[in-house]
């Protein structure tokens, strides 16, 4: 009966800390997802900007 008590305390403590330390789970959504290049709001403005100082400075 003592085994059975100390291997299910065992399995919580591991069940415990693989949830506080382990790899994310599944289902959960990161904190902030990664954008592409292409996705990204400011890198596309950014880009813009430069294209049009290049085009201004072509014209000059």
Known sequence: MIYLLAAIGALTVAVVLWRAF?????GVPSSRP?????????F???????????K????D
């Open 22 to 26: 382990g790899i994310e789970r599944v």
């Open 34 to 42: 990664t954008l592409a290049p292409d996705d990204d709001p400011d």
């Open 44 to 54: 596309l403005r950014k880009l813009g900007e430069q294209q049009r100082k290049g």
């Open 56 to 59: 201004d400075e072509d014209k």
